[in-house]
């Protein structure tokens, strides 16, 4: 049987043995087989751009890893995090792809949680391009990481990643599959 508790900044997991006896027969071995492992409650919230299975499956992760519940920023409630215990959607802007209204929103949405860090995931490609058009706004109130623009548009056309792959020692097909 597995129990949690929470506090403010410790997580404490114990696990009870499985009884053979009613719990009046073990008395003190009871106690003394206990099992108790601590780990810190990161000081983070992950905020994770979209509302698909992407987000989902990012939010998962976040949670098994830290036994955290992430929030996420989208255009619309869609069916993988509506209903979801580990991820709420917080904000939904429908026109978050123009990058006026990307910036505005997350910068709002950065005041509703002050002193706190927020780490900023996006879970999408048009997600990727906003934040790296946007990352110089976006930098005092969120903690992410990012490449610049010439090398996302470099990276991101197929044809350009495959001439660039090869002048690198890296392995890859040499045929058109890899424009598919």
Partial sequence: ???????????????????????????????RRLVLSMTSVPDFIPVLLGSDMNVYGMARSFHEAYGIKSVAVGKGMLG???????VSVEAVEPNLE???????????????YPGKTLLLVPCGD????????NQDKLRGAYR????????????SIKE???SGLRGTRLCF???DNLLV
């Avoid at 123009?98 to 509703?112: E, M, N, P, S, Y």
């Fill in 144 to 155: 992410f990481e990012c490449i610049d623009e010439p090398l996302l548009m470099r990276l």
């Fill in 98 to 112: 123009d990058d006026q209204v990307f910036v505005d929103t997350l910068l709002k949405f950065a005041q509703r």
């Fill in 80 to 86: 993988a995090t509506m209903h979801s215990r580990i």
């Fill in 173 to 175: 097909p040499e045929n």
């Fill in 126 to 133: 048009n997600y990727i391009k906003l934040l790296v058009r």
């Fill in 1 to 31: 049987m597995l129990f949690f508790a929470r506090t403010e900044s410790i997580i404490i997991r114990w696990t009870l043995p499985r009884r053979r006896f009613p719990l009046q027969r073990q008395g003190k071995n009871m106690r």
């Fill in 160 to 162: 350009r990643l495959l």
